[in-house]
C-alpha cells in the first residue's frame, strides 16, 4: 500500500545511553524492493574484535530502541552488535507511491539481504531476536545454508491472529481516523493480552509503543502477517535455537512456547520469571552465555 506517512521519523528510537567507548553508527540500507531500512551498529570498546561474531539483533514489531537499551548495555560492552530496524517502523523509507509488501516472506527477504550486505561471510555471526523479529531470523535460518553460531530468540511466534471485531474496523476506518482505534488497541493490548496487575509496566510500554506507531503500516503489517502459520517453517530449521519466554508473559503463552519448541529439530528452552525480564540486563547475560558457550563447543 502507498504509505502516506513516509516521513523517515525514528519517534524515540534515535539514540540511548551507551557504556562508556560503545561506538553507534547509523547506516541507510536500500532493499531490493526500494524501502530503506535503518541500521545501528554498536562496536565495543576493545578494538579490533573481528575474531568475534557479530551479534545480529532484530527487535519485535514497532519496537523502539529505547526498550532494548539493558541488553544491549550487555551486548555492545562485548560485541559487535548490528540492530536491525524492520520495515514497519517508522525510521524505514518507504518508496513513494509504491505498493509495499509487510508480509513475512518480505520481512525474512529484508533479513537475507541485511546479512549479505553487512556481515561477510567470512565472519561469523549469532542472532538475538525478539516477537516479530524472533520469527523473522526463524524463517530465515530455515532457509539458509550459512547458519549462525548461535541464536537467542524472545518468545517468536508461529501466527499473528488477530481478532475479527479488531480487522473490520482495521481494514474500513481511514487512517487519518486511526487515533479513534488506538483506545480500542490499548485496552486489548492491556486488558486480554497482558497481566496488567503483574506487569504494568511493560502494559505501559505497549500503550506508548501504540502511539508511536505509524498508523498506515501497523495496519499494513497486521493485515499482511494475519494468515501466517510457521510450523513448517520450523521443522527446517536445524541450527541450535535458545527460545526464551517469561512465566508471567500472557502475550506468549508459555504452552505456546513449549509447542514451539517442540518443533524446532534443536531448540532449548530457558524461562524467565516475567516479559519484563526478558528485556532486561538478565537476557543480555543469558546471550553472552549462550555465545560463549557455543564457541567454546566449536573449538573442541
Not at 548495555?73 to 524492520?86: A, C, D, I, K, S
Request: hydrophobic fraction near 40%; proline fraction near 8%.
Amino acid at each position: 500500500r502507498p504509505d502516506p506517512e513516509n516521513r523517515g521519523l525514528h519517534l524515540m528510537t534515535d539514540s540511548i545511553p551507551l557504556p562508556p567507548g560503545v561506538h553507534q553508527q547509523e547506516f541507510r540500507l536500500e532493499m531490493s524492493d526500494g524501502v530503506v531500512l535503518r541500521l545501528l551498529e554498536f562496536s565495543p570498546p576493545h578494538g579490533d574484535d573481528s575474531l568475534k561474531p557479530v551479534i545480529v539483533f532484530v527487535p519485535g514489531a514497532i519496537s523502539p530502541l529505547y526498550a532494548w537499551q539493558a541488553i544491549l548495555e550487555v551486548l555492545t560492552v562485548r560485541y559487535t552488535v548490528l540492530y536491525v530496524e524492520t520495515r514497519e517502523k517508522g525510521s524505514a523509507r518507504i518508496p513513494a507511491g509504491s505498493r509495499v509488501d509487510f508480509g513475512m516472506d518480505r520481512l525474512r527477504q529484508d533479513l537475507d539481504e541485511v546479512l549479505e550486505k553487512k556481515v561477510p561471510a567470512s565472519r561469523q555471526h549469532c542472532f538475538v531476536g525478539c516477537s516479530l523479529g524472533a520469527t523473522v531470523i526463524l524463517e530465515h535460518l530455515a532457509r539458509v545454508e550459512r547458519l549462525p553460531l548461535a541464536s537467542v530468540l524472545i518468545a517468536p511466534n508461529s501466527d499473528f491472529r488477530v481478532p475479527s471485531w479488531l480487522l473490520i474496523p482495521a481494514r474500513l476506518v481511514p487512517i487519518r481516523l486511526f487515533n479513534a482505534i488506538k483506545p480500542i488497541l490499548k485496552w486489548y493490548y492491556g486488558k486480554v493480552l497482558l497481566d496488567v496487575e503483574s506487569e504494568p509496566e511493560q502494559a505501559a510500554r505497549y500503550r506508548q509503543m501504540i502511539d508511536s506507531a505509524q498508523p498506515s503500516r501497523l495496519r499494513a503489517g497486521a493485515l499482511a502477517l494475519q494468515k501466517y502459520q510457521g510450523w513448517e517453517t520450523f521443522a527446517k530449521v536445524t541450527a541450535p535455537v535458545l527460545v526464551v519466554t517469561g512465566e508471567s508473559d500472557t502475550l506468549h503463552p508459555l504452552q505456546k512456547m513449549k509447542k514451539i519448541v517442540s518443533a524446532l529439530p534443536n531448540a532449548r528452552l530457558h524461562l524467565m520469571a516475567s516479559d519484563r525480564e526478558t528485556q532486561s540486563q538478565a537476557l543480555g547475560l543469558l546471550a553472552i552465555d549462550t555465545i560463549t558457550s557455543a564457541r567454546s563447543q566449536e573449538e573442541l
